[in-house]
Every structure is written in structure tokens, then in C-alpha cells.
């Protein structure tokens, strides 16, 4: 005779996708806090954005349409570095999703660090602007999507814009595209937007708060933070192999 453990906890009876977009979630929120405080950071100390790169084009532009070449050349420079990044970080990413995560942690936590650096012993300000825009490009690749809906971690422009689509469509009772589950509603994933948001709005007010306290110590919470997020990421891999594992040899006691 076998005996089963009829106890459920509440998230055991959650679907898996749902589970999986919950997760994703609060890692996405996570590091939109930091994306809006390394970018209030960059914004302060040098003039530019590390994330927000619609805003040093619109800036670049004006500088141009204003013949100010060499303050066209700043505000222009964190644009191929973001690129950059991005493409470092597909590449870090693509068919390798969960390990990839905590290597994109690490590898940001590094520049961040070694952006202290370069505040320590005085390097060119154009240099951190190269550094940090870089590590905005890797960071945005980390999380693209939670469930079935597309996520912006640095640029929120997109993410208001989908949150309002999601309002409009639940009022006209649309249905959701790639739709998870009962459970993935037009509402939901427009909360999911507006938490982005938020996350990204009290990362760079955080930001701005603790610049002028910590000075060229003030990217040492965003890189500590990293560190973490990358730790959790290795311990979730392990414990879902922990899972398989476990699952295989029950089956095969089933088996025999």
C-alpha cells in the first residue's frame, strides 16, 4: 500500500505558467528599480540616460538642430553602447534562458562596480557614460517577457503604452493574445505594466536620493542587489532540478 501526501500549499495548486509569470514578475520589477536608478544616477552625474534612449536622441537632435556639435556627441554617445549591450546580452541569453539570468546579473553587477572605480581614481566622464549605458543594454535583455506579454525593463514608454491598450481592450471585453491560462486577464497584465513602472519611477527617485549621500559609492546598492538577484536565480535552477530529479525516480519506482 503507498500513501500520498494530500497536502497542497496554495501555490502547488497554482498552474505552472502561472507560477512561472509571478516569478517573472517580481524579477522583473526588481530590476526596473534598478534600471530607474542607475538612469536618475547617469542623469545627474553626467547629463545623459543609461536606459532611456528616446531621450538622448530627442536630446542629440536639439543639439544638432542648435549646431552644438560636441553636446550633440554627449548625448548621442550612450546610444551604440546601449545597442551594445543589448546584443551582448541576447547572446548571453538566447537558448539558455535560467542560467543566463544570473550570468547577466554578475556581468552587470561587474560594470556597475567597475563604474565605482572609475568614480574613485577620476576617469573620463565619457567613459562611465560608455560603461553604464552598456550595462543598461545587458540588463534589458535579462527579462523581455512575463507570460505572454512583452516587457520593457529600461524604456517604460513601452510598457505605459501596452498598460493602456490592456484597459481599453478589457473595457471592450477583447480577448488576450497568447492568453496562459483563466487566470491571465487584460487587467492583470496591465497591473503587471503599472508595477514595472512604479518600480522604475522609486528606483530613480532612490536614486536621486542617495547620489549626493553616497557619492561615488552610490552604485554599490544596484551591484549588491544584483549579486542577490543572481544567488536567487541559482538557487530556483537548482531546486527545479532538485524537482525533476525527484519526479524521474518516482516514476520509475512507479514503473517497477
Known amino acids: 500500500m503507498q500513501f500520498s501526501n ?3 500549499t496554495p501555490s502547488s495548486r497554482m498552474p505552472s505558467s502561472q507560477q512561472s509569470a509571478i516569478s517573472q514578475g517580481w524579477k522583473a520589477v526588481g530590476r526596473a528599480l534598478i534600471s530607474g536608478f542607475v538612469d536618475a544616477y547617469t542623469l545627474m552625474n553626467f547629463g545623459v540616460y543609461a536606459s532611456f534612449m528616446s531621450g538622448n536622441t530627442t536630446s542629440g537632435g536639439l543639439h544638432v538642430g542648435q549646431a552644438n556639435v560636441a553636446a550633440a556627441t554627449h548625448s548621442l554617445l550612450p546610444i551604440p553602447f546601449f545597442i551594445l549591450g543589448i ?3 541576447t547572446l548571453l541569453m538566447h537558448g539558455d534562458c535560467r542560467p543566463g539570468l544570473a550570468r547577466l546579473s554578475v556581468l552587470v553587477s561587474a560594470l556597475l562596480s567597475l563604474d565605482i572605480v572609475a568614480a574613485l581614481f577620476a576617469w573620463p566622464a565619457w567613459l562611465s557614460v560608455v560603461i553604464l549605458s552598456s550595462a543598461m543594454g545587458i540588463l534589458n535583455t535579462s527579462i523581455t517577457h512575463v507570460g505572454g506579454q512583452s516587457v520593457g525593463l529600461g524604456f517604460v514608454t513601452g510598457d505605459l503604452n501596452s498598460l493602456s491598450q490592456h484597459v481599453a481592450l478589457e473595457i471592450k471585453h477583447a480577448p488576450v493574445l497568447h492568453k496562459q491560462g483563466s487566470w491571465d486577464t487584460h487587467w492583470l497584465r496591465a497591473a503587471l505594466l503599472a508595477g514595472i513602472w512604479v518600480a522604475f519611477f522609486l528606483g530613480a527617485v532612490l536614486g536621486a536620493v542617495l547620489a549626493p549621500r553616497l557619492g561615488d559609492w552610490t552604485l554599490l546598492l544596484p551591484a549588491i542587489l544584483l549579486i542577490i538577484f543572481a544567488l536567487l536565480d541559482r538557487r ?15 516514476l520509475e519506482q512507479h514503473r517497477n
Open 6 to 8: 494530500s497536502r497542497q
Open 87 to 89: 546584443f551582448l546580452g
Open 236 to 250: 530556483a535552477i537548482s531546486f527545479a532540478s532538485g524537482n525533476i530529479g525527484l519526479r524521474h525516480i518516482d
